[in-house]
């Protein structure tokens, strides 16, 4: 996590098959998460991702989203690149913005077999230099950052990914009802219309979104609609209320109570 001040923080981990994300997750910075080896499943505003060895997963500020277990006993490793906007208008004068974060208009990337060693060799540079408070390794820490962007953009152009993703007829289910909440959180939503959506009891439903998506289902219901209220209050006019009443909220002050536990802020 981006540290006050802090522009790009790469990190490596090998973990145990067995950790997912705790909580939801929001953030106001950009995040690339790729799988150096293992598998894992990602779930990312509506959708369902299953990632292997060479896959990169772009998430957007603002986007929802939790890392799950695909097989237990497996271990993995990871790379967690997170960077703020001041980076990329940092870096702009050399790249136009719009075209650096063009992959981000693609949630799933693969890197190529060919291509693996020499973009596994960059993310270690750009690890190292990152860690750095020397004016040179900055410059190189800058260098290193564009190009693995210029390398993930063009990965993104190749169509090298399976067209959809392994899931079972009740995961459909669980992402069509996702697709349906994105679409329609600001009315009254509630567990009993949601489950009929999924042709689900509300029981066994809530038991089998919580298994594909790591959310409860309000938990998934509240991050959704924070993430549409932060939109709303960047770039609108309207007070705390009008916003909390069109996410559907009739408690502003319930709404403040949700915003806090969700965004730390």
């Not at 090998?14 to 080896?37: G, K, N, Q």
């Not at 219901?221 to 609108?236: F, G, H």
């Amino acid at each position: 996590m981006l540290k006050n001040g802090q522009m790009l923080l790469v990190e490596r981990l090998e973990e145990d098959s067995r950790s997912s994300m705790a909580e939801s997750h929001i953030h106001d910075y950009y995040e690339i998460y790729y799988l150096a080896s293992g598998k894992r499943r990602y779930f990312i505003n509506h959708t369902l991702y299953d990632i292997d060895c060479g896959d990169i997963i772009l998430v957007n500020k603002g986007d929802i989203h939790r890392t799950q277990v695909v097989e237990s006993g497996q271990r993995y490793t990871r790379y967690l690149i997170h960077f703020s906007q001041e980076l990329i208008d940092k870096v702009s004068p050399i790249i136009p913005a719009d075209e650096l974060l063009k992959c981000f208009e693609t949630k799933k990337i693969h890197i190529a077999a060919p291509s693996m060693h020499n973009f596994n060799s960059l993310l270690r540079k750009l690890e190292t230099e990152c860690k750095s408070d020397d004016e040179y390794n900055k410059q190189l820490t800058l260098i290193h950052f564009m190009e693995l962007m210029i390398d993930i953009n063009k990965s993104s152009l190749q169509k090298n990914l399976r067209f959809t993703d392994d899931l079972t007829e009740y995961e459909d289910r669980i992402q069509t009802v996702c697709r349906y909440i994105c679409n329609y959180y600001n009315r009254q939503i509630n567990l009993d219309e949601i489950a009929k959506i999924a042709f689900m009891s509300p029981t066994y439903f809530s038991k089998k979104f919580k298994k594909v998506t790591g959310f409860g289902f309000n938990e998934y219901l509240n991050s959704v609609r924070v993430k549409m209220a932060i939109n709303m209050l960047l770039e609108t006019r309207y007070s705390i209320t009008e916003i909390a009443m069109y996410c559907g909220y009739q408690d502003s002050n319930y709404f403040g109570d949700v915003f806090k536990k969700i965004t730390g802020m």
